[in-house]
């Protein structure tokens, strides 16, 4: 059966916390900076019920001049193209 309830039809909500001062810019998401800005929930496929098997989230926090976003992705099959310029 379909849940037509309220809290079913309204979209997951994230607040974005603002920084004191500018993080670090490295990846490094467990800096002091990024320690209390929590993480979304997992993401999902909007199209499907079904979950997918791997994990992406994220972390946004925002200053005066920016917006920040910090996120974990998994795939298995990651590769890339090394030139040199």
Known sequence: PMDCSFA????????????????????????????HVPWTSDFVDISTPTLPWLH???????????????AELEDPQLWATLRRL
């Not at 079913?8 to 800096?31: M, Q, T």
């Not at 992406?56 to 910090?70: E, H, M, N, P, S």
Request: hydrophobic share 45%; charged share 30%; proline share 7%.
């Open 56 to 70: 992406t989230r994220a972390k946004l926090a925002w200053d005066d001049r920016f917006l920040y976003v910090g």
């Open 8 to 35: 079913a039809l309204r979209p997951r909500e994230y607040v974005a916390h603002k920084f004191a001062a500018p993080p670090h810019l490295d990846g490094n998401l467990r800096e002091a900076a990024w320690e």
